[in-house]
């Protein structure tokens, strides 16, 4: 594979990836602990109630790649994220490496569940976003579950 590009310009992404506060968290999902991260903007005040986005990564991704991208992005324009690894990858427990679709579903919700107890977020602004297999998972998850308010998925597939 050859990358086209100055690669000044990735390292300068990855340097500033963090302009926002960063809370590492734990949620149960079927009894399993799940590993992620809540992603503050930088102008975050206590006590505000913000809208919130929690960015899903595709087929084997993990929360330290495409949901930390997506949500440096997302801080800077208001949005709390919540950046997750579903079961069985990175520090999540479950079986290393299985992935069912259903599970991954099961996962997002009881994050929606999760982002929307904490003191930071509106609970009736928690949006989707998903990568790949993570588009297929929250247009699923948006059809199951109507506290969803918004949905996007990129470079999904489908059936």
């Not at 290393?96 to 929307?116: M, Y």
Request: hydrophobic fraction near 35%; include cysteine.
């Amino acid at each position: 594979m050859k990358y086209y590009g100055n690669h000044n310009n990735i390292l300068s992404m990855f340097s500033t990836i963090l302009i926002c506060k960063i809370q590492k968290i734990c949620f149960y999902s079927k009894g399993y602990k799940l590993d992620g991260t809540i992603y503050l903007p930088d102008d975050y005040q206590p006590g505000e109630k913000r809208p919130a986005i929690i960015p899903n990564s595709g087929y084997q991704g993990f929360n330290e790649f495409y949901p930390r991208l997506f949500a440096r992005n997302l801080t800077q324009a208001g949005y709390v994220c919540l950046g997750f690894d579903y079961r069985g990858f990175a520090k999540s427990e479950g079986d290393k490496g299985r992935v069912i679709l259903d599970e991954q579903v099961e996962d997002i919700i009881n994050a929606v569940s999760f982002l929307q107890a904490q003191s930071e977020v509106n609970p009736d602004q928690v949006g989707l976003l998903g990568w790949g297999m993570g588009g297929s998972n929250v247009v699923r998850v948006a059809a199951k579950d109507k506290r969803v308010k918004a949905v996007a998925a990129l470079n999904g597939f489908f059936d």
